[in-house]
């Protein structure tokens, strides 16, 4: 299998192919011990790394090309899934999907960005980046969502928004904008997870929500590292420092109080063990769905302003 | 037809080289007109011989819009905190002191009630020369304030917007503002309270993908830069030179997106025009 191995994944990985090569002596040889011992060093060392992660090795978990994606969330929480296609004025944006899904007793409208896994599937899914379409797909649901009294998930995993010729033509910033100011009055509840990369507008624009989770290895920011670096540093080279500087982790944003919740992956990242995070953020959402579901639609919408209204920090 | 003379813009074959006394003359960017600064703020800084918008802030829109000394500024001390810590190549505490002293404004943004012919209205105008008009905390928080302001007294909002975005320095607090000054935005127009947005040059990126775009009317200044992504960036995603005119006022005039242009000397008059059905 060709395997995507990250700089700081190799010593781990390298421990755990030696492993894998002396089991096939243990019949012969008395290494048993031996085994354990190295099983226990793999342990230790894998903590280790993965508490002790930069921002940018953060950045990099988040971007895994194996990491699972919305679709792979909805197979593995949801059953009954009926996708939706379309904006009803122009397109159907491959890079955002949705559509109605049974979380066990819930029913729920699931909305998320999609990535692809090649090439081919990524020019299909245009790398995760919506054009207008994309906003205007899922706002599109999420009124079909609030007209039938079904709570809305949304999922975040976007480079960006499409930088694009005919997104401008067809009003990104406004499709992004009107989406700002839809969400936040829609009578249902919106749990909002960030599950790989959300980057600045282009992840916001699904991402107004009654409660805000994120995935541990994930980094949300109003830039990515790369793009910050060449603007503040006049280079491609500092991203490492952008990362550090701009604060963009799960913990960091909890701390910032811009998130509600960090959803915590299985050790070495969601990619090691999809069904096993699935399972847990399944989990998470049933419990946050939970709560919300007893909200008037009122009072959600007045506590979502308020969430908002709260973000900032300034002297006066 | 003299074939010989050249007609391109700014390659003036008459023109004569010629010092300019530090600070009475400007250069027109659009034709290379040499204008007397006095002359130019007469026809409020727009350019006698190419209608060029030159970029004004809010201190020059506040005289040409609103009644003479009608408008009163609030949260004029708000200052930006540093919640990130943020170091690049240079502090941000450091930047933003030094951009106060330079530009004498505190922030971005500058707030407050005005009248117009007499009516009142929550005014907000932006500064460009305020670290690039950038959207930070104290811009979210002023605009939002702004907005309060119309819905408790039931006047108009009128937002100026120039701007290139939301403000990096601050991380994802930046990136809030957007939903911060949307959500607002809608409370305002549950109540019914107009809200008029007006785009100079430039606005791009969070500013104009949140309250900018989000006007029951928008009117944009002549040929202003307007868009999501920034020119640059389009370019080299695409791989291709851009069309002429993207992403000016007239580009989205013609894709929809505004309502109308207008040349800031008529800026006022429409204003009133349009305050008479909105409020």
Redesign the interface.
């Known amino acids: 299998m060709n395997k995507t191995v990250l700089e700081f994944e190799k010593p781990i990985l390298d421990l755990e192919n030696k492993i894998v090569e002396m089991r096939k002596y243990s019949e012969v040889l008395d290494i048993d011990d031996e085994i354990v011992k190295l099983e226990r060093k793999v342990q230790k060392l894998k903590e280790n790394v993965y508490n002790n992660l930069t921002r940018w090795q953060k950045v990099q978990i988040a971007r895994h090309p194996e990491r699972p994606y919305t679709l792979d969330y909805i197979e593995l929480m949801t059953k009954d899934f009926v996708e939706l296609h379309g904006d009803r004025l122009c397109k159907d944006d491959k890079s955002i999907v949705g559509g109605f899904a049974k979380l066990d007793e819930y029913k729920v409208m699931i909305i998320g960005h999609q990535k692809g896994r090649d090439t081919k599937s990524n020019v299909y899914r245009n790398f995760g980046m919506p054009n207008p379409e994309g906003y205007r797909k899922a706002l599109r649901l999420m009124k079909l969502a609030e007209k039938f009294d079904t709570p809305i998930i949304t999922m975040l995993d976007t480079p960006g928004a499409y930088p694009g010729l005919e997104a401008e033509q067809r009003g990104q910033a406004e499709a992004i904008a009107r989406n700002l100011f839809e969400m936040s009055k829609l009578k249902v509840p919106i749990v909002v997870v960030i599950i790989g990369e959300g980057a600045s507008g282009g992840a916001l624009g699904i991402g107004v929500g009654d409660r805000i989770l994120m995935l541990e290895n994930c980094w949300y920011s109003v830039i990515s590292p790369e793009s910050c670096s060449s603007i503040l540093w006049k280079s491609w080279d500092f991203k490492e420092q952008a990362a550090e500087a701009l604060r963009l982790t799960a913990i960091d944003l909890l701390r910032q109080k811009i998130i509600d919740r960090i959803v915590h992956e299985p050790l070495g990242g969601a990619h090691t063990n999809p069904p096993a995070m699935a399972a847990h953020l399944k989990m998470v959402l049933k419990e946050e769905l939970s709560q919300l579901v007893k909200l008037k639609p009122d009072k959600l919408v007045d506590n979502r302003y308020e969430k908002f209204a709260r973000m900032g920090v300034f002297n006066e | 037809m003299a074939w010989f003379k050249r007609s391109k813009e700014n390659i003036a074959s008459d023109s004569v080289k010629m010092e300019l006394p530090d600070g009475l003359w400007e250069k027109c960017p659009g034709c290379g007109e040499i204008i007397h600064k006095k002359q130019l703020e007469t026809y409020l800084w727009t350019c006698t011989k190419c209608d060029h918008h030159f970029r004004i802030g809010s201190q020059e829109y506040i005289s040409i819009l609103l009644d003479k000394a009608s408008f009163k500024e609030y949260?004029k001390?708000?200052?930006?905190?540093d919640?990130?810590d943020?170091?690049?190549?240079k502090k941000y505490t450091e930047r933003v002191s030094d951009t106060i002293k330079k530009t004498g404004l505190n922030d971005a943004v500058r707030t407050g009630i005005g009248k117009i012919h007499d009516k009142e209205v929550s005014f907000a105008c932006m500064d460009f020369s305020f670290i690039g008009g950038s959207m930070?905390?104290?811009v979210?928080?002023k605009i939002?304030r702004a907005i309060d302001r119309a819905y408790k007294n039931k006047i108009p909002m009128i937002i100026i917007s120039s701007s290139g975005g939301?403000?990096?320095m601050?991380?994802?607090?930046?990136?809030?503002?957007?939903?911060?000054t949307?959500?607002?935005?809608?409370?305002l127009?549950?109540a019914k309270l107009p809200y008029i947005s007006i785009l100079t040059d430039p606005t791009t990126?969070?500013t104009?993908?949140?309250?900018?775009?989000?006007g029951d009317i928008i009117i944009a200044e002549p040929k202003a830069l307007i868009?999501?992504?920034?020119p640059r960036?389009?370019k080299q995603?695409?791989g291709k030179d851009?069309?002429e005119g993207?992403?000016t006022s007239e580009?989205l005039l013609e894709?929809?997106?505004v309502d109308f242009i207008v040349h800031r000397k008529d800026m006022r008059s429409k204003l009133i025009t349009l305050l008479e059905y909105l409020a």
């Open positions: 949260d001390k708000m200052r930006s905190a919640p990130l943020f170091v690049d190549s930070g905390s104290v979210g928080e939002s939301a403000r990096m601050e991380g994802a607090f930046s990136l809030m503002q957007m939903a911060k949307s959500s607002r935005l809608a409370r127009a549950e990126g969070g104009t993908a949140s309250y900018a775009m989000l868009g999501f992504a920034g960036v389009i995603t695409i851009l069309p993207f992403q580009f894709n929809g997106f």
